[in-house]
Nanobody, 124 residues
Framework: QVQLIDSGGGTVQPGGSLRLSCVAS????????MGWFRQAPGKERELVAA????????QYADSAKGRFTISRDNAQNTMYLQMNNLQFDDTAVYYC?????????????????WGQGTQVTVSS
């Protein structure tokens, strides 16, 4: 089973930026789509962004469009989430996830492995 380690969270002011990273333990990473999810206290886990196996296709939640960018480097078994113009509502634990298939998946049910989560806090 592929293990995922996500990192890069922290505390920023509104309007600030963070870059999350997710490193996979196996080269089979390149055969799978990936996603970033987040979960705020008292809320369900929601998809933020997803990317297909080679990075040619991406999908974003409406809340992330225009502010977040998902990308991947298959040579480094790594996925990224660049988050700009962060707002209070972006505060959550962010999780990277390995998709079941090569093409984009959006439901948490279609992801095989999860990172441990990294906290993002937007605070003034």
């Amino acid at each position: 089973q592929v293990q995922l380690i996500d990192s890069g969270g922290g505390t920023v002011q509104p309007g600030g930026s963070l870059r999350l990273s997710c490193v996979a333990s196996a080269s089979t990473f390149s055969e799978h789509s990936m996603g970033w999810f987040r979960q705020a206290p008292g809320k369900e886990r929601e998809l933020v962004a997803a990317i297909n196996w080679n990075g040619s296709g991406t999908q974003y939640a409406d809340s992330a469009k225009g502010r977040f960018t998902i990308s991947r480097d298959n040579a480094q078994n790594t996925m990224y989430l660049q988050m700009n113009n962060l707002q209070f509502d972006d505060t959550a634990v962010y999780y990277c996830a390995l998709g079941r298939w090569a093409q984009i998946a959006t439901s948490p049910d279609f992801f095989l492995s999860w990172g441990q989560g990294t906290q993002v806090t937007v605070s003034s």
